[in-house]
Every structure is written in C-alpha cells, then in structure tokens.
C-alpha cells in the first residue's frame, strides 16, 4: 500500500473520528463514559490495521456507517448510541445488522455483535 492512495481515506477517517469525541463530549452520556470512549477511540484512530481495514471497505460504507463503526469498535452501549445520536435503541440495532452485512467477509468487523 502506498502512502499518497490512503491518505485521504485514512484522514477522513480521523476527521471523522475527531468529530465523534466532540460530538460524545456535548452529549448528555456520563462523564466517566466519556473519557473512556474518548481514549478508545484515540487509540483505534492510531491503528493501522483498522484504518486499512475501513479504507478497505470506503465503497461500501457511509461517513454515517463509519461513525457507528467507530462506536462499536470502542464498546459503545446502544444505550449511549442512542443518545449521541438521537435514535431510538432499536435503530442501533437494526444499523449494526445490516453493517455486519456489508462487511460479512473481513475479520475485523466480526468482533460487531449481531
């Protein structure tokens, strides 16, 4: 893999990131929880097997598939899903099936539960 084809996609993929921390600190989900979620999420933003493994998949996934994606990577509750982004918990569910779909066929996105 070369430097300049993944760029964009892995900045993106940071922006986005970044965007989410700020999102889940304006968000009503319990201080303790989001300092966790904030240092998981760092931590993945600087793994590069995730990033290669989303760039993978930048065809078949949404800026929106990403920002979930990035929730459950880190552990996030459908609870504090819901929350941040103003969902019903039945709707979290229903978006981590049909990512789990679309991604059937690599193994870093087995660890989504159904």
Do not use: Q, W
């Not at 998949?57 to 880190?74: A, G």
């Not at 459908?78 to 103003?86: C, E, H």
Request: net charge neutral; proline share 3%.
């Amino acid at each position: 893999m070369t430097e300049t084809t993944n760029s964009p996609s892995r900045l993106s993929i940071s922006i986005i990131a970044g965007s989410l921390v700020r999102d889940i600190n304006c968000s009503s989900i319990s201080d303790e929880m989001r300092d966790l979620y904030g240092r998981k999420l760092a931590s993945i933003v600087e793994d590069d097997s995730v990033l290669a493994a989303l760039c993978l998949y930048n065809d078949k996934i949404t800026v929106t598939d990403i920002k979930y994606l990035l929730c459950f990577f880190v552990g996030m509750s459908a609870t504090d899903i819901s929350i941040l982004f103003n969902i019903e918990i039945n709707s979290v569910y229903t978006v981590r099936y049909r990512i789990r779909k679309k991604l059937k066929d690599n193994p870093h996105f087995a660890i989504i539960p159904l």
